[in-house]
């Protein structure tokens, strides 16, 4: 089944620590993309990956870090956790040809103490 | 540059009425639109796309839209509203014909379906 998976699905911690973030896709996808999710904002995008080795900045990319070292995987970074990365976090990921639409994971809702 | 501005943060209808979920956007090269929708806990669903092709587009579980350029407008609709369509449906746009894969979403329009 074609899909994109993220874990944790749920995730509460403490302001600081190191998380990681995974997403994982089946479908070749060359690009892929992380959004966060908040009330009345919308998907706001936080990185993106055009293919392996090649990342770049989102719309709100501080405070957050990928890497793209396999084409199926693109986890997201958080160093340093604080209370305003709560958030709803959506992994996407597509075909580099225009017409084509994102597919997305489940969502990992993460809380920051 | 591509924006999507989804007119109606909430939008209320009672069972088997007309849905209608408004969005325009704004691109300096030919857009490629998409509707998703969310249902509760869940990721983003593709509803349908637009690719240049027919004006009318229609998608699944009974929706459609129609691209109007002199407009610039991709309104959904569905003719009779169901129980299920309850959740949150959001607009997108991303720039046609090779430009940049990055993808614009409106700020959703949550859909209430009253019995």
């Known amino acids: 089944e074609a899909q994109v998976t993220q874990n944790p699905r749920y995730l509460i911690t403490v302001t600081g620590k190191k998380l990681t973030v995974t997403c994982s896709q089946n479908?070749?996808?060359?690009?892929m993309s992380w959004y966060r999710q908040d009330p009345g904002l919308g998907l706001r995008q936080i990185y993106y990956?055009?293919?392996?080795?090649?990342?770049d900045k989102g719309d709100v990319p501080e405070g957050y870090k990928v890497s793209r070292k396999e084409k199926r995987n693109f986890p997201l970074i958080l160093e340093s956790p604080s209370p305003n990365q709560t958030s709803l976090y959506f992994c996407?990921?597509?075909?580099?040809?225009?017409?084509?639409?994102?597919?997305f994971g489940d969502g990992t809702r993460l809380s920051i103490l | 540059a591509q924006s999507v501005t989804q007119l109606g943060s909430h939008v209320s209808v009672s069972e088997g009425a007309l849905v209608l979920l408004r969005c325009n956007y704004s691109?300096?090269?030919?857009?490629?639109l998409f509707w998703y929708v969310q249902y509760p806990n869940q990721g983003l669903q593709l509803l349908l796309k637009?690719?240049?092709?027919?004006?009318l587009v229609k998608g699944i579980n009974g929706f459609e839209a129609e691209f109007k350029k002199s407009e610039t407008s991709f309104h959904l609709t569905k003719p009779s509203a169901h129980m299920s369509d309850a959740a949150e449906y959001f607009c997108?746009?991303?720039?046609?014909?090779?430009?940049?894969?990055?993808?614009?979403f409106g700020k959703g329009t949550k859909l209430t379906v009253n019995p």
């Open positions: 996407a990921s597509s075909f580099r040809q225009g017409n084509q639409p994102q597919h």
């Open positions: 637009y690719t240049s092709a027919a004006t």
């Open positions: 990956s055009m293919n392996v080795e090649v990342t």
């Open positions: 997108a746009v991303k720039a046609g014909r090779g430009g940049s894969e990055k993808l614009v």
């Open positions: 691109s300096s090269v030919p857009p490629y």
């Open positions: 479908m070749n996808h060359e690009y």
